[in-house]
């Protein structure tokens, strides 16, 4: 399971931050790593990825207020989420795809984390 840190809660507006550790994984090519988030309907919406080449998806809503990046030598990626809203609040997983594919969807992923709660108030 990867390990998830950050989260909380702030206020409209704020920042918080989110890390992910892939510690106990070996990877033989750069992974496709992914930030997911709970909806309202209880599914999982995939909020930020990063590819295996470097390329990022943001979802709509949080596009030019989030930012994914990673650090591939220490195995760890990072959700910076700034300009926060009501509607971000939800329980936040870390999710690792192993070969840098283009994957959009849970089950696409292979590891994914425990959930961490982000609460944004008004």
């Known amino acids: 399971q990867l390990a998830e840190s950050g989260g909380g809660s702030v206020q409209a507006g704020g920042s918080l931050g989110l890390d992910c550790e892939a510690l106990q994984y070996t990877f033989t090519t750069t992974p496709t790593m992914g930030w997911f988030r709970r909806t309202p309907g209880n599914k999982r919406e995939l909020v930020a990825a990063m590819w295996g080449d470097g390329s990022t998806f943001y979802l709509d809503s949080v596009r030019g207020r989030f930012t994914i990046s990673r650090d591939n030598a220490k195995k760890t990626a990072h959700l910076q989420m700034n300009n926060m809203k009501p509607e971000d609040t939800s329980v936040y997983y870390c999710?690792?795809?192993?070969?840098?594919?283009?994957?959009?969807?849970?089950?696409?992923?292979?590891?994914w984390g425990q959930g961490t709660q982000v609460t944004v108030s008004s």
């Open positions: 999710a690792a795809e192993r070969f840098g594919l283009v994957v959009k969807t849970w089950a696409e992923f292979d590891y």
